[in-house]
């Protein structure tokens, strides 16, 4: 298994701001991703962090509103640029072991004001 | 592509009762299917998964599920609900041999309340 933590847990931001959230596990890890829990709904995936190259984004979702980095096997983080109401959602990170177990983050829950 | 559907947004039963939840998968290729539970204001916990072994999958908390590739279903039960079992859950796939890889497509979920 493995653990993973997320910073910060909540927010509430103003509209036209940023908001970059971080995601740390407590090992080495190949595949981390990055998803969207809007409010009552499901699990969408935003993008794939990889490891020193560019994020591997989903349709509906651009570099520019959700930029990514990933300077090693145990950080990401994700930004939400310029936000408005919408994008208030739960935020998590995962990331796969081995065994093709994915391992979710706490959240981090966004209002955007 | 792959999609998950779980039938009954909402499923209620008694403590002690029978627990099912139900999941049917499409996908290209023989796949890997995982359940996951959703406590309040908490992320995810993988209950179990199937990965190609044996059809029967026991997982965490008293879970298993079965899979069954004649109807496209993977049923999660408990034989004796528990009020800590009240969460949200989550049926996923992924066709690791497909065209999506590693990415999990999860179902919209199913609510369950244990009633006392």
């Known amino acids: 298994s493995a653990v993973i933590s997320q910073k910060p847990s909540r927010d509430i931001c103003q509209r036209g701001t940023s908001l970059t959230i971080q995601c740390q596990v407590d090992s080495q890890v190949t595949m981390m991703f990055w998803y969207r829990q809007q409010p009552g709904q499901s699990l969408t995936l935003i993008a794939t962090?990889?490891?020193?190259?560019?994020?591997?984004?989903e349709s509906g979702f651009v570099i520019d509103k959700f930029p990514i980095s990933r300077p090693n096997l145990t950080f990401s983080t994700l930004t939400v640029s310029n936000m408005s109401p919408e994008d208030s959602s739960i935020y998590l990170c995962?990331?796969?072991?081995?065994?093709?177990?994915?391992?979710f983050g706490p959240g981090t829950r966004l209002t955007v004001t | 592509a792959q999609s998950v559907t779980q039938l009954g947004s909402h499923v209620s039963v008694s403590e002690g009762a029978l627990v099912l939840l139900r999941c049917n998968y499409s996908s290209s290729v023989p796949p890997y299917l995982f359940w996951y539970v959703q406590y309040p204001n908490q992320g995810l916990q993988l209950l179990l998964k199937?990965?190609?072994?044996?059809?029967l999958v026991k997982g965490i908390n008293g879970f298993e599920a079965e899979f069954k590739k004649s109807e496209t279903s993977f049923h999660l039960t408990k034989p004796s609900a528990h009020m800590s079992d009240a969460a949200e859950y989550f049926c996923a796939v992924s066709d690791m041999w497909g065209s999506s890889g590693d990415k999990l497509t999860f179902g919209t979920g199913t609510r369950l309340a244990v009633r006392p």
């Open positions: 199937y990965t190609s072994a044996a059809t």
């Open positions: 995962s990331v796969q072991t081995l065994s093709y177990e994915q391992y």
């Open positions: 962090a990889n490891q020193g190259s560019e994020a591997t984004y």
